[in-house]
């Protein structure tokens, strides 16, 4: 055995030590003045390393876990958000969630500061919130799921917007033959779970194709996944993260998630191994090599050969286009069902425009109403109070000063939408508001439903804003053409109101509206 050598950091340390003697021979005003500077130097560093913004609603040091402090934000995150915006106004300030702590900036220059900043991370904290790290959660991880999504969005999904109307609405006919029928009785339907349905159906078409669209045990496995994920990720939020890892073998909800990934797994593993016994066949045989039009297609393509995980990656899919984008068709609705004007308004658009178009994407470009309608409903009632949510993967000091360490989570309150300063009368519901806009020079950009900015932050904004809000919207207004052209529609007399739980607002589960067949006047499936 060689003998031991003294090391850089020991060398450091003695020569560190070797100055004490020296200060402790100077006259004790000397040392005295030294250690107060070396203090003040420090505490003065520490501040500037450190600088925090102010928490709303800290625990009591009795609060083991916050868990007080994280129930209080369950049922009054609207105020603690009232209380940034008028007590702090452009400040950043932090708030106890269910999560963890929060950093929540304005929507202000720091929002424009932060929109592209590589490292801060929308997929690392959703992998975070989501458990994506256990077994069963895998549509949830960064690096198992987000890149390939990400790939099949950006180079495929947007590229084919222009071939993929005519599927989609003739699925939406199929769909809403199924889901609502042809009667000319009124009837009571259930809203957000019609809509799911109903946008399940439609994005369905485009994922998986012909052959797994209408598969009702993929369509029963992936959708009870969704739900039982999000249930049990909250339900592991419960437990201490150290002891998540062992937790998760026992609970029943994460036993049932693995059983349904698992499956999932299994039928859609069985239409990939046929198309590539098919192209293999046909590469054999000197034939066209087939290539569907779908994101199991895509997928394909984008991996290169590199092995993934199609389960995971559709279901991530799946989420992340018919939640959101089902729960806006569910407000919309609302929305117009309560103005009969509007709703006659939106039918001449559409006769107006589908004569003169077709059934095509300018179309749907050209279907302003309905694009303002849309937008309007996304301002008043957006997914979620907070947007922009993100971890940092590295520190990040704003220019105001505040440091954002690394592994800290921050997200920008989207409170503009409701500010006097930029949207006038913003509590009332204005269908031709954002139609409007569009006649005023230099905004009409921001008119567009797919725009985003610190004052329509429904889709996110800068480099993790919604890559599929194109596809979205144009889904949107294909479901919102076969419903109000073939369907009349009112309310009931009970009153839904939305319901908030955190930063989410939902639309409330229990609505319903009363709707019958009508007469066409355009022949939909035809164009």
């Known amino acids: 055995m060689g003998s031991l050598q003294p090391s850089p950091l020991t060398d450091r340390l003695r020569a560190d030590f070797d100055v004490i003697p020296e200060i402790m021979s100077r006259p004790l005003p000397y040392i ?35 868990s007080l402090a994280k129930l209080d934000f369950l049922q009054r995150a609207a105020n603690l958000l009232r209380t940034a915006t008028e007590q702090f106004s452009d400040k950043p300030v932090r708030i106890v969630t269910d999560t963890g702590k929060l950093i929540v900036l304005p929507p202000n220059h720091l929002t424009q500061e932060i929109r592209n900043e590589p490292n801060l991370s929308f997929f690392a904290g959703s992998e975070e919130d989501f458990q994506g790290r256990l077994p069963g959660f895998e549509p949830f991880n960064a690096t198992l799921a987000a890149g390939m999504l990400l790939k099949v969005t950006k180079n495929q999904l947007t590229k084919y917007l222009i071939k993929v109307t005519k599927p989609v609405s003739l699925e939406a006919s199929f769909a809403l033959h199924n889901l609502i029928g042809e009667s000319t009785e009124w009837k009571e339907v259930n809203i957000i779970q019609t809509s799911v349905k109903y946008v399940s159906s439609l994005s369905s078409r485009i994922f ?101 995980d199609p389960a995971v990656y559709q279901i991530g899919l799946s989420m992340a286009a018919i939640h959101t984008t089902s729960d806006l068709l569910s407000q919309t609705i609302q929305n117009i069902i309560q103005r009969p004007e509007l709703m006659n308004d939106l039918r001449k658009e559409i006769v107006e425009v589908l004569q003169k178009d077709g059934l095509t994407k300018t179309a749907l470009f050209n279907l302003k109403l309905m694009d303002s309608v849309l937008k309007e409903t996304q301002r008043l009632k957006p997914i979620k109070m907070t947007t922009m949510h993100r971890t940092a993967l590295a520190d990040v000091t704003l220019s105001d000063g505040t440091v954002i360490r690394k ?16 949207y006038e009368n913003p509590e009332e519901f204005d269908g031709a508001r954002f139609l409007r806009l569009r006649e005023i020079p230099g905004k009409s950009n921001q008119a567009h439903l797919v725009s985003t900015s610190t004052d329509a932050l429904g889709f996110g904004h800068g480099l993790h804003a919604c890559p599929g809000r194109f596809f979205a919207a144009n889904e949107l207004k294909i479901a919102l053409i076969h419903l109000l052209l073939k369907y009349d529609l009112k309310p009931t007399e009970t009153f839904t109101k939305v319901v908030e739980v955190g930063f989410d607002l939902h639309v409330d589960p229990k609505a319903k509206v009363l709707i019958r067949r009508r007469e066409a006047e355009i022949d939909l499936d035809s164009l």
């Open 32 to 66: 005295v003045t030294t250690l107060a500077a070396t203090a003040v130097a420090y505490w003065i560093w520490s501040l500037k390393l450190q600088k925090l913004p102010p928490i709303l609603n800290a625990s009591s040091r009795f609060d083991i876990g916050d």
């Open 208 to 308: 998986l194709g012909d052959e797994l669209c209408r598969n009702k045990a993929w369509l029963e496995t992936t959708s009870q996944y969704a739900v039982n994920a999000m249930r049990a990720a909250k339900k592991l939020r419960l437990y201490p993260r150290f002891s998540r890892r062992f937790v998760h073998w026992f609970l029943p909800e994460c036993r049932l998630v693995r059983r349904l990934l698992n499956e999932a797994r299994v039928i859609i593993q069985e239409v990939i191994d046929r198309r590539r016994a098919e192209k293999a066949a046909a590469a054999r045989e000197g034939r066209p090599i087939p290539s569907p039009s779908d994101a199991i297609e895509w997928a394909e393509q984008e991996s290169k050969d590199d092995p993934y």
């Open 407 to 422: 592994g800290s989570k921050l997200a920008v309150r989207s409170t503009n939408r409701l500010n006097p300063d930029v």
